[in-house]
Every structure is written in C-alpha cells, then in structure tokens.
C-alpha cells in the first residue's frame, strides 16, 4: 500500500507531508512500513526498516521523487522474489 498525505497553505506551498509504502509481508515493525520520508516534529527524515536518518531538503518534488524511485525499486525487488 502507497500513503501520500500532503498538507498545502492557502498558496499552495506544502506544509508538512508524510509519503510511505507500507507492506506487513516485508517489515512488520512500525505498522508495516517498510520506507517513509515525512516532515513530522519539524524535520525532515526518512524510515527504513525501523531506520530513521535526517534528510536534507531542497523542496517537497525532491523528496518525492526521491521517494517514487527508491519505491520503484523495492517494488522491482518485491516482484522478483514472488517470481
């Protein structure tokens, strides 16, 4: 499963944002999420596995795209391994 939640301020900047893949069969801690990048507590971090590292932030499209190609490989691995 894919979550995006995005929060916008009346001029359409995003404010805080929360991008995770989650999948029970591949990480169980931390309710199945497997990676995440979010803006909660006022930082920037991604999730891991359990991980949690700070990531610098240049803008929301960055870590976005960041975030659909590191997926985008997991997916590739997931689909191999089923195979």
Not at 28 to 49: I, P, T
Request: aromatic share 12%.
């Amino acid at each position: 499963m894919l979550r995006r939640e995005i929060w916008v301020d009346r001029c359409g900047r995003v404010v805080r944002y929360n991008l995770a893949y989650i999948n029970h069969l591949i990480y169980a801690g931390e309710d199945g999420r497997v990676l995440a990048y979010d803006s909660a507590h006022g930082q920037h971090h991604r999730h891991y596995r359990g991980k949690v590292t700070t990531v610098g932030f240049e803008s929301f499209e960055q870590i976005e795209a960041r975030f659909q190609r590191e997926w985008n490989r997991l997916a590739k691995e997931v689909g191999r391994a089923q195979d």
